[in-house]
Protein backbone atom coordinates (compact mmCIF):
# COMPACT_ATOMS: atom_id res chain seq x y z
CA UNK A 1 0.00 0.00 0.00
CA UNK A 2 1.11 3.59 -0.67
CA UNK A 3 0.18 6.44 1.89
CA UNK A 4 1.03 10.17 0.53
CA UNK A 5 1.00 13.04 3.05
CA UNK A 6 0.52 16.41 1.37
CA UNK A 7 2.32 19.46 3.29
CA UNK A 8 3.16 22.96 2.28
CA UNK A 9 -0.49 24.83 2.18
CA UNK A 10 -1.32 27.83 4.45
CA UNK A 11 -2.59 31.27 3.98
CA UNK A 12 -0.75 33.76 1.70
CA UNK A 13 -1.82 37.35 -0.35
CA UNK A 14 -2.61 37.34 -3.76
CA UNK A 15 1.15 37.55 -6.00
CA UNK A 16 3.02 35.55 -3.78
CA UNK A 17 3.62 32.24 -3.82
CA UNK A 18 3.80 28.54 -2.09
CA UNK A 19 5.46 25.02 -2.94
CA UNK A 20 3.38 21.99 -1.89
CA UNK A 21 5.19 18.94 -0.90
CA UNK A 22 3.77 15.36 -0.83
CA UNK A 23 5.71 12.02 0.39
CA UNK A 24 4.88 8.67 -0.38
CA UNK A 25 5.58 6.15 1.73
CA UNK A 26 5.13 2.13 2.02
CA UNK A 27 4.88 0.58 -1.41
CA UNK A 28 6.37 3.70 -3.70
CA UNK A 29 8.51 1.88 -5.71
CA UNK A 30 5.15 0.32 -7.57
CA UNK A 31 4.25 4.33 -8.64
CA UNK A 32 3.74 5.11 -11.84
CA UNK A 33 2.48 8.75 -11.95
CA UNK A 34 1.22 10.92 -9.36
CA UNK A 35 -0.99 14.51 -10.04
CA UNK A 36 -2.03 17.10 -8.04
CA UNK A 37 -5.91 18.03 -8.05
CA UNK A 38 -7.55 20.89 -6.03
CA UNK A 39 -11.23 21.38 -4.72
CA UNK A 40 -12.56 24.97 -3.88
CA UNK A 41 -15.98 25.10 -1.75
CA UNK A 42 -18.56 23.83 -3.86
CA UNK A 43 -17.12 22.51 -6.60
CA UNK A 44 -15.93 19.76 -8.09
CA UNK A 45 -11.94 18.52 -7.68
CA UNK A 46 -9.88 20.12 -10.50
CA UNK A 47 -6.87 18.44 -11.98
CA UNK A 48 -3.62 20.57 -11.59
CA UNK A 49 -0.62 18.35 -12.75
CA UNK A 50 0.44 15.52 -13.48
CA UNK A 51 4.17 13.92 -13.92
CA UNK A 52 5.38 10.45 -15.29
CA UNK A 53 6.88 8.88 -11.94
CA UNK A 54 9.40 6.78 -14.07
CA UNK A 55 10.43 9.63 -17.22
CA UNK A 56 9.29 12.83 -15.54
CA UNK A 57 7.22 13.95 -18.02
CA UNK A 58 4.92 16.34 -16.85
CA UNK A 59 1.57 17.74 -17.99
CA UNK A 60 -0.35 20.72 -16.36
CA UNK A 61 -3.94 22.12 -16.50
CA UNK A 62 -4.37 25.02 -19.23
CA UNK A 63 -5.51 27.36 -16.04
CA UNK A 64 -2.06 27.09 -14.28
CA UNK A 65 0.46 26.72 -17.22
CA UNK A 66 3.45 29.18 -16.57
CA UNK A 67 2.28 29.58 -12.96
CA UNK A 68 2.58 26.32 -11.35
CA UNK A 69 4.97 23.62 -11.68
CA UNK A 70 5.23 19.94 -11.01
CA UNK A 71 7.89 18.23 -10.52
CA UNK A 72 9.56 15.37 -8.31
CA UNK A 73 12.59 13.91 -6.04
CA UNK A 74 12.48 10.54 -6.90
CA UNK A 75 15.02 9.64 -4.59
CA UNK A 76 12.92 10.90 -1.65
CA UNK A 77 9.89 9.67 -2.95
CA UNK A 78 8.33 13.28 -3.22
CA UNK A 79 6.58 15.19 -5.75
CA UNK A 80 6.27 19.06 -5.28
CA UNK A 81 3.72 21.80 -6.78
CA UNK A 82 5.07 24.93 -7.14
CA UNK A 83 2.69 27.71 -7.37
CA UNK A 84 3.76 31.04 -8.31
CA UNK A 85 1.80 34.33 -8.79
CA UNK A 86 -1.08 33.38 -6.71
CA UNK A 87 -4.95 34.98 -7.09
CA UNK A 88 -7.74 34.70 -4.96
CA UNK A 89 -8.96 32.19 -7.31
CA UNK A 90 -6.33 29.27 -6.66
CA UNK A 91 -8.10 29.22 -3.05
CA UNK A 92 -8.66 25.29 -2.34
CA UNK A 93 -7.80 21.88 -0.32
CA UNK A 94 -5.02 20.40 -2.59
CA UNK A 95 -4.40 16.57 -2.97
CA UNK A 96 -1.85 14.59 -3.94
CA UNK A 97 -2.93 11.43 -5.93
CA UNK A 98 -0.48 8.82 -6.72
CA UNK A 99 -1.37 5.80 -9.40
CA UNK A 100 0.37 2.30 -8.43
CA UNK A 101 -2.26 0.02 -10.63
CA UNK A 102 -0.58 1.12 -13.84
CA UNK A 103 -3.39 3.45 -15.43
CA UNK A 104 -1.37 6.40 -15.97
CA UNK A 105 -0.99 7.78 -19.55
CA UNK A 106 -1.24 10.36 -21.83
CA UNK A 107 -4.32 10.28 -23.11
CA UNK A 108 -5.82 10.06 -18.72
CA UNK A 109 -3.22 11.55 -16.81
CA UNK A 110 -6.17 14.16 -16.06
CA UNK A 111 -8.98 11.98 -14.90
CA UNK A 112 -9.34 11.08 -11.02
CA UNK A 113 -10.29 7.44 -11.85
CA UNK A 114 -6.51 6.73 -12.96
CA UNK A 115 -5.38 7.48 -9.04
CA UNK A 116 -6.25 4.55 -6.66
CA UNK A 117 -4.57 6.70 -4.02
CA UNK A 118 -5.06 10.02 -2.17
CA UNK A 119 -3.79 12.35 0.54
CA UNK A 120 -5.42 14.13 3.29
CA UNK A 121 -5.21 16.96 1.65
CA UNK A 122 -3.80 20.89 2.71
CA UNK A 123 -5.79 23.94 2.34
CA UNK A 124 -4.46 26.84 0.49
CA UNK A 125 -5.84 30.05 1.29
CA UNK A 126 -4.90 33.39 -0.93
CA UNK A 127 -5.71 36.72 0.32
CA UNK A 128 -6.73 39.46 -2.14
Known amino acids: QVQLVESGGGLVQAGDSLRLSCVAS????????MAWFRQAPGKEREFQAAINWSTGNTYHADSVKGRFTISRDAAKNTVYLQMNSLKPEDTAVYYC?????????????????????WGQGTQVTVSS
Open 97 to 117: AADPLGRFGRSVYYRSFVYDV
Open 26 to 33: GRSSRIYG
